[in-house]
């Protein structure tokens, strides 16, 4: 079974700049999850979508943070514009459903650099 | 508001030593999971633990939670590079990972 797919591994950009991260989750998990980790902490959920609807964003930065899986499977990070503070991994996960939510399974992340 | 605290935050010692890291809560878990993220990597679940007092074992890792479902220990057994990286055991109620204990086990 494959497993949560996530691209660029690593982006480099200048602030005021723009970049998306895309997820393709594991096949059927309908909980999609979006997370950030700074160096040298734990991840913080940014976005949770249950299918194509969005369940939890209250941490996301909707000034310059926006999200979507416009057909319930795969979906799209962006931040636009940049800044210096948003250096971080980004780690996409899936479970199955809401009820799974404590057993996620992670992708290997994009690790962003803002210049 | 729960408190999520780890301990220890960082830990460094010889392959083949043996380590327990604490997870600690103000309230309840009604199940309490371990993930492990190697460097570069995402997080990877270990372990499920639901009735207070059960003990799981896997392989060289042992986890016990609590009797009163408020806390939780991880203990590796002759420790080897491979079990180096970050360990967690978020509160999903809430979706709070905290930092963790970062592990760095020495060839």
């Known amino acids: 079974e494959a497993g949560v797919a996530q691209s660029p591994r690593y982006k480099i950009i200048e602030k005021r700049q723009s970049v998306a991260f895309w997820c393709n989750p594991i096949?059927?998990?309908?909980?999609l999850y979006w997370y950030q980790q700074i160096l040298g902490q734990g991840p913080k959920l940014l976005i949770q979508f249950q299918n194509n609807g969005v369940v939890d964003d209250s941490q996301l930065p909707k000034d310059r943070f926006s999200a979507e899986r416009l057909k319930g499977v795969d979906s799209t990070l962006k931040i636009q514009p940049a800044k210096l503070e948003d250096s971080a991994v980004y780690l996409c996960a899936s479970s199955l459903g809401l009820a799974d939510s404590y057993e996620q399974y992670f992708g290997p992340g994009t690790r962003l650099t803002v210049t | 508001t729960q408190l999520l605290e780890q301990s220890p935050q960082f830990l460094s010692i010889q392959e083949g030593e043996n380590l327990t890291v604490y997870c600690n809560s103000s309230s309840v878990f009604s199940s309490l999971q371990w993930y492990r993220q190697e460097p570069g990597e995402g997080p990877v679940l270990l372990v499920t633990?639901?009735?207070?007092?059960e003990v799981k074992k896997l392989k060289r890792l042992t986890f016990q939670f609590g009797d009163a479902r408020k806390d939780s220990s991880l203990h590796i057994t002759a420790a080897q590079p491979g079990d180096t990286g970050l360990y967690l055991c978020p509160d999903f109620n809430k979706f709070y990972f905290g930092s963790g204990t970062k592990l760095n086990v020495k060839p």
């Open positions: 633990v639901v009735t207070g007092g």
């Open positions: 096949s059927g998990h309908a909980t």
